[in-house]
């Protein structure tokens, strides 16, 4: 063999993977079918968002709130040239760092389409047209997803758009509809409604971030429209169709009721399907289910147990993080190690701002399991520091057991809580309990107090700032 494992996909789950097996002393190889390093979320996911993110952010606050702490400007206006430049600068910045990764931990770099040509070949075929074979004993198929489309909609790229191309636009949009309220939507949504564009969310479902935690779709929503988002909720989109540079949209609620709506650009942004495709599964006996996804047992291993699969092409939630903690789990298995992952406790963040963060169960999954809970939240404008940085949206909710007190879920929107949800992912990990986390000293001013005071509600109602 040439190798002792071959990482299919340079994603984060790819890449980490193969660091973690160089860092075990294998002889490890990754294939990447783009020119640069880093998958979607390096390229045109989490890092290039968040770039755009934190540049509207700045607009939006210079726009509407410098004059408040006494910061006048004049002629402020949007360069969106300038906010793209810098986001691409951003993204080869980290990409060049993933490239010295590779180069540090003397991992071998193949760049080419990579497809199975048995259980333990790959074939990488460059766009020349050439193609060369590698072999290995273990195989990690990482090759992640991409944005999911419904069959009546053609995706143009021009004006019918994906969130690769909404991060590459040439003009603030006018309107853009936004079809799919979950969470790249809301992240892109927030991107151009800050510098000016008007937003209509059209969702299927009767709130938006569905998989998280009701109370945070409602709090969002409610911020959002501050921004003059419209939401339809409970729509089903039945046609697109793009003429010049207009789009229309007819969606329908379940009475039936049609709404058609106009716009220059629509997102569509209806969730992400593995990329599983072209990869030559059957020739290493491997299949996948109806949504194109790999079957795994609990060890991440394949029919074939040599081959594993781990990140978006797997199931459960398509989070950069959950793919790097698979690919160091595989890693270290394979070096014959045991590791673990707690699914439960991987968090989700939403980047709008306020942002949104979650872990453990949500109060509808602990409804539906008859488990006997008890709530405790706080609101961010009972917050000393919320209201220094006129950041006072949202709340922090806590789930605990009724009779242990264990917390079982913490759900938080407001500013910083992808930072702050860190807190509660360690504290559930060492399963602590509300009264726990009530108890300890939390520095003051700060936005983490918030958590404190939602576990002291939920501790016999205790909360001390309200």
Same mark, same amino acid.
Not at 241 to 263: M, P, S, Y
Not at 300 to 323: C, N, R
């Given at each position: 063999?040439?190798?002792?494992?071959?990482?299919?996909?340079?994603?984060?789950?790819?890449?980490?993977?193969?660091?973690?097996?160089?860092?075990?002393?294998?002889?490890?190889?990754?294939?990447?079918?783009?020119?640069?390093?880093?998958?979607?979320?390096?390229?045109?996911?989490?890092?290039?968002?968040?770039?755009?993110?934190?540049?509207?952010?700045?607009?939006?606050?210079?726009?509407?709130?410098?004059?408040?702490?006494?910061?006048?400007?004049?002629?402020?206006?949007?360069?969106?040239?300038?906010?793209?430049?810098?986001?691409?600068?951003?993204?080869?910045?980290?990409?060049?760092?993933?490239?010295?990764?590779?180069?540090?931990?003397?991992?071998?770099?193949?760049?080419?389409?990579?497809?199975?040509?048995?259980?333990?070949?790959?074939?990488?075929?460059?766009?020349?047209?050439?193609?060369?074979?590698?072999?290995?004993?273990?195989?990690?198929?990482?090759?992640?997803?991409?944005?999911?489309?419904?069959?009546?909609?053609?995706?143009?790229?021009?004006?019918?758009?994906?969130?690769?191309?909404?991060?590459?636009?040439?003009?603030?949009?006018?309107?853009?509809?936004?079809?799919?309220?979950?969470?790249?939507?809301?992240?892109?949504?927030?991107?151009?409604?800050?510098?000016?564009?008007?937003?209509?969310?059209?969702?299927?479902?009767?709130?938006?971030?569905?998989?998280?935690?009701?109370?945070?779709?409602?709090?969002?929503?409610?911020?959002?429209?501050?921004?003059?988002?419209?939401?339809?909720?409970?729509?089903?989109?039945?046609?697109?169709? /793009?003429?010049?540079?207009?789009?229309?949209? %007819?969606?329908?609620? $379940?009475?039936?009721?049609?709404? @058609? *709506?106009? =716009?220059?650009?629509?997102?569509?942004?209806?969730?992400?399907?593995?990329?599983?495709?072209?990869?030559?599964?059957?020739?290493?006996?491997?299949?996948?289910?109806?949504?194109?996804?790999?079957?795994?047992?609990?060890?991440?291993?394949?029919?074939?147990?040599?081959?594993?699969?781990?990140?978006?092409?797997?199931?459960?939630?398509?989070?950069?993080?959950?793919?790097?903690?698979?690919?160091?789990?595989?890693?270290?298995?394979?070096?014959?190690?045991?590791?673990?992952?707690?699914?439960?406790?991987?968090?989700?963040?939403?980047?709008?701002?306020?942002?949104?963060?979650?872990?453990?169960?949500?109060?509808?999954?602990?409804?539906?399991?008859?488990?006997?809970?008890?709530?405790?939240?706080?609101?961010?404008?009972?917050?000393?520091?919320?209201? /220094?940085?006129?950041?006072?949206?949202?709340? %922090?909710?806590?789930? $605990?057991?009724?009779?242990?007190? @264990? *917390?079982? =879920?913490?759900?938080?929107?407001?500013?910083?809580?992808?930072?702050?949800?860190?807190?509660?992912?360690?504290?559930?990990?060492?399963?602590?309990?509300?009264?726990?986390?009530?108890?300890?000293?939390?520095?003051?001013?700060?936005?983490?107090?918030?958590?404190?005071?939602?576990?002291?509600?939920?501790?016999?109602?205790?909360?001390?700032?309200?």
């Amino acid at each position: 063999m040439d190798y002792q494992v071959i990482v299919i996909g340079s994603g984060p789950g790819g890449y980490v993977a193969a660091i973690r097996c160089a860092q075990l002393g294998m002889k490890t190889a990754i294939v990447e079918r783009y020119p640069t390093l880093g998958g979607t979320c390096l390229n045109v996911g989490c890092i290039p968002s968040k770039a755009l993110l934190d540049s509207s952010e700045h607009y939006h606050n210079a726009a509407h709130t410098f004059t408040e702490h006494g910061i006048d400007l004049k002629g402020l206006k949007v360069n969106l040239t300038q906010m793209i430049s810098r986001k691409s600068k951003v993204v080869k910045e980290n990409v060049e760092g993933i490239k010295y990764l590779m180069k540090k931990n003397k991992i071998d770099v193949h760049h080419g389409h990579g497809s199975f040509v048995d259980e333990h070949t790959i074939q990488v075929k460059v766009e020349d047209g050439s193609s060369k074979n590698i072999s290995a004993q273990n195989i990690i198929i990482a090759t992640g997803s991409k944005p999911a489309s419904l069959p009546f909609i053609t995706l143009d790229k021009k004006r019918v758009i994906t969130s690769t191309e909404a991060l590459e636009l040439k003009e603030v949009p006018k309107h853009m509809i936004i079809i799919g309220g979950g969470v790249i939507g809301m992240e892109l949504g927030s991107v151009y409604g800050r510098l000016g564009a008007k937003i209509s969310v059209v969702e299927f479902m009767d709130g938006i971030i569905p998989s998280m935690d009701k109370t945070m779709g409602k709090e969002l929503q409610k911020s959002l429209a501050k921004l003059g988002f419209e939401f339809y909720l409970k729509h089903k989109v039945t046609e697109v169709k /793009a003429k010049g540079q207009e789009v229309k949209v %007819v969606a329908e609620n $379940a009475e039936g009721q049609k709404i @058609e *709506l106009t =716009g220059d650009y629509v997102l569509v942004s209806i969730g992400r399907r593995p990329y599983t495709d072209a990869l030559g599964l059957e020739k290493a006996g491997l299949k996948t289910d109806e949504r194109g996804r790999i079957t795994v047992n609990e060890g991440l291993q394949t029919e074939k147990k040599h081959i594993y699969a781990i990140g978006d092409v797997i199931k459960g939630a398509m989070l950069a993080h959950k793919a790097e903690e698979e690919g160091v789990f595989v890693a270290e298995s394979i070096a014959g190690q045991h590791p673990h992952i707690n699914y439960l406790l991987i968090p989700g963040v939403v980047y709008t701002w306020p942002e949104v963060a979650s872990v453990g169960y949500t109060e509808e999954e602990l409804k539906t399991q008859g488990r006997a809970y008890k709530v405790g939240s706080f609101p961010f404008k009972a917050s000393g520091r919320a209201r /220094a940085s006129m950041d006072t949206d949202g709340l %922090v909710k806590v789930l $605990a057991d009724k009779n242990s007190d @264990e *917390l079982l =879920g913490v759900h938080m929107i407001g500013p910083r809580t992808a930072d702050m949800i860190a807190e509660a992912v360690v504290a559930m990990e060492f399963r602590a309990s509300a009264e726990d986390i009530a108890r300890m000293s939390h520095a003051h001013p700060t936005y983490t107090e918030v958590f404190k005071e939602a576990c002291l509600a939920a501790t016999e109602n205790r909360a001390l700032h309200i």
